[in-house]
């Protein structure tokens, strides 16, 4: 396999990741799309565990697929609600207004990667309400 094809690939997807984040966020630059989607991640991941954790990652960016697998700790899964205010801590100048649109953003995106299957599974490892930050509501 070509070595600078894969690199290629790998830029083109991490760009495609950005770009949807970006695109739905409304962020002004891909830096800013860059820096929520890092938080973001790095709290899913501490809500996941397993093998749900490992499928996600393989199907996201690298870079991001290491946020993801080596995330901020949390000592319980936290609702909805909180895991937004942690992200409006963890983001510069963010309000839980804002947060909640970052969050969004970069959860429909890895929804997009995820698929339904593995997102069902997500789902079921987080409390109730993450269907709604995933943009994917579901019947009650």
């Known amino acids: 396999m070509d070595r600078g094809r894969v690199t290629a690939d790998v830029t ?5 990741f950005l770009d949807q984040v ?6 002004g630059s891909r830096q ?15 809500h ?4 749900v954790r490992a499928q996600l990652a393989a199907r996201l ?3 991001f697929a290491l946020i ?15 895991f937004v205010r942690a992200a409006a801590a963890w983001i510069e100048g ?4 804002t947060a909640a649109w970052d969050v969004s953003a970069v959860l429909s995106t890895t929804t997009d990667a995820a698929g339904d ?16 930050l995933f943009g994917r509501p579901q019947p009650t």
Do not use: C, H, W
């Open 94 to 97: 963010a309000t839980d207004q």
């Open 48 to 51: 996941l565990v397993g093998e």
């Open 22 to 27: 970006q695109e739905r966020g409304e962020y």
């Open 117 to 132: 299957d593995l997102l069902g599974q997500i789902l079921l490892q987080l409390p109730a309400g993450y269907d709604l």
């Open 12 to 16: 083109v997807r991490r760009e495609a």
């Open 32 to 46: 800013e799309a860059e820096r929520v989607a890092r938080v973001v991640l790095a709290l899913l991941g501490a």
């Open 61 to 63: 960016p690298e870079g």
């Open 68 to 82: 993801l697998l080596n995330p901020l700790q949390s000592a319980e899964p936290l609702p909805p609600e909180r």
